[in-house]
């Protein structure tokens, strides 16, 4: 099986003024297509790891063989934390952003306080992130929430952790709209969080 790029949900201007229309593009042509490809490649030498989904091959590193464990690593963990991340978004004119209802409110006052408690962790840690890489609200083994980061491409997956809100802060993200201005990209994306896929994540396979 080889994987390929998913479409996103919306179009790439569907996300303006807070994402702008020529980042996604080519975030979404140039990046997260590059990392599909990458993956692909990568697995075409072991063929028999082929059936795996990258989240089994992400969650299990060892079942990997070492001379494309990096890769692997670095395409099967950017391919799925993009894909991740195009669904966690939803344009603002349909109900993107706001404030969490349902279960993961609940969640997220029991661990945080409130939501602004939460908001502002949240976009700490984004903006904390030295280089590049990601951060994410997880599910931990004992269904506990929290706010956690990760280098690169890594996934929460390799620590056994759910991700059920990702953020994507290499420069690639942002870098055409806001330059060095990541907390500001940060507090612009809060408008496009799609609450109700985050309730999904939180509750099904994700
Ligand atoms: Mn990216």
Known sequence: MKFDLPALPYPYDALEPFIDARTMEIHHTKHHATYVVKLNEALEKHPEL????????LKSPDLVPEDIRTAVRNHGGGHFNHSHFWKAMKPRALGGGGEPKEKIAEAIRKSFGDFAKFKDEFSKAAA?????????????GRGEILIVT???????LMKNQKPILGLDVWEHAY??????????????WWNVVNWEQVENN????G
């Open 50 to 57: 082929q059936p795996k989904s990258p989240e089994e091959l």
């Open 128 to 140: 904390g992130i030295f280089g590049s890489g990601w951060a994410w609200l997880v599910l931990d």
């Open 150 to 156: 990760t280098p690169n491409q890594d996934s929460p």
């Open 175 to 188: 870098y055409l709209k806001y330059q060095n201005r990541r907390p500001e990209y940060i507090e612009n």
């Open 202 to 205: 939180s509750q099904g396979s």
